[in-house]
């Protein structure tokens, strides 16, 4: 996928992701890789968050779709909507380098101990 990323909290993560190599058979950035990209910085936030012997486990994923693009870097940020004792929620907004919003994804990850 070629995920990196740039900062990770609990309250606030940045990752990117190259276009290239992450599309469907129609040339665009494939949804599924909004999502990938997406959860990895919601699992990643919520992990943090957790601290030491626990981990974030995603059990809800919303994504919504407004762009496409075939070429460049994506951006997630993720931004938490609640930290809570057993349940975090995460947005991440996925952007193309123009700032043009992509997708829209909300994950719910449940804190369980490793």
């Not at 990323?5 to 909004?34: C, D, K, R, W």
């Not at 919601?42 to 030491?52: C, H, L, N, R, W």
């Amino acid at each position: 996928m070629g995920i990196e990323f740039l900062e990770i909290t609990p309250e606030h993560s940045v990752a990117t992701m190259p276009a290239e190599g992450n599309t469907q058979p129609f040339g665009v950035v494939h949804g599924g890789a909004y999502v990938v990209l997406a959860e990895s910085l919601g699992s990643s936030a919520a992990t943090v968050f957790a601290g030491p012997g626990k981990v974030g486990m995603g059990i809800e994923v919303n994504a919504s779709h407004t762009g496409s693009v075939s070429s460049g870097t994506v951006t997630g940020v993720c931004t938490a909507i609640k930290l809570g004792r057993t349940l975090t929620v995460h947005e991440v907004a996925i952007s193309d380098e123009k700032g043009r919003r992509l997708s829209t994804v909300r994950i719910t990850n449940i804190i369980r101990e490793v």
